[in-house]
């Protein structure tokens, strides 16, 4: 296709959410476990000068840290998860309890909902593919979205969730086929 293709490496995920901007392939570059463990010197949250304004994260969206290992706001993307593992680090795990592997939105909650002002305007996936991998530890969710559109989920694992696999609201056209959610995390240390 005419979209970028984009190869991911665990370098990608250490300072912070990956933003989906643009339609594109994102392509693990190998079948290896990629643990997302951002400013770990810094609480594992955004830091001062990522909050800058201008700077990628300084919406409101980012106010109670990454939500997300990567957060999709754009029209016909692929995650092509290429026999990898996406996940938590144990410590960034204990820290951020409220995180998605992947969300399907710029935000976790929809305008004028949540624990706080995430934006006033939701910029949900619209034609996302994700598959052929295992969405690993996560203190919440695998998938976490709202007001996605056509979203399929193919052939992926999701493995040590602590509340569910997949978690979605008010989604249009969201198919689930060849995965498997062998069930939640159970050495559960919070």
């Not at 392509?27 to 990628?56: I, K």
């Not at 957060?71 to 960034?92: C, K, M, P």
């Not at 619209?126 to 989920?153: K, M, P």
């Amino acid at each position: 296709n005419a979209y970028a293709n984009v190869r991911l490496t665990e370098a990608d995920f250490q300072r912070g959410t990956l933003i989906i901007w643009a339609p594109c392939r994102l392509q693990f570059e190998s079948d290896a476990v990629y643990t997302m463990h951002p400013n770990a010197d810094n609480s594992f949250r955004p830091t001062a000068a990522q909050r800058a304004p201008g700077n990628l994260y300084a919406g409101p969206e980012y106010e109670l840290g990454f939500f997300a290992a990567i957060a999709v706001r754009a029209r016909d993307v692929t995650i092509a998860l290429n026999g990898a593992t996406l996940q938590q680090s144990e410590q960034f795990a204990l820290a951020q309890r409220f995180f998605a592997i992947i969300e399907l939105a710029d935000q976790p909650f929809i305008p004028a909902q949540g624990p706080a002002d995430f934006g006033d305007q939701l910029d949900a996936a619209d034609g996302l593919v994700i598959e052929n991998g295992t969405l690993g530890l996560s203190s919440h969710h695998g998938i976490h979205g709202n007001g996605a559109r056509d979203v399929l989920v193919r052939n992926v694992t999701f493995a040590k969730y602590e509340v569910a696999a997949i978690s979605v609201n008010g989604v249009h056209n969201f198919v689930v086929v060849d995965s498997v959610a062998p069930g939640s995390r159970s050495d559960l240390p919070v």
